[in-house]
């Protein structure tokens, strides 16, 4: 996993924090991680691909498609990992 990957994960997590009762859509995902990495220099058109991470990260377990994404236990172990390292 890259930090793009992480970012969604973020992404996700500040949805529900904000409390949104439902899960975040995956046109509101996409459009929330290209309007954060916009600036980002370093992306290359390879690096971009928003749909092709969050399919691994759900194949990975690390979300799950509810009417919505939200991260599953993993993913909330995942991204605390990260942000405490």
Known sequence: ?????????????????????????????EREFWKRIE????LSIGHGRVGERITKLYIDEFIVNRNG???????????????TS
């Open 69 to 83: 994404y939200t991260l599953t236990k993993r993913g909330r172990i995942q991204l605390s990992e990260s942000v």
């Open 39 to 42: 600036d980002d220099q370093s």
């Open 1 to 29: 996993m890259d930090r793009y990957d992480f970012l969604i994960l973020q992404i996700i997590h500040d949805h529900k924090e904000k409390g949104f009762s439902s899960n975040i859509r995956l046109a509101e995902l």
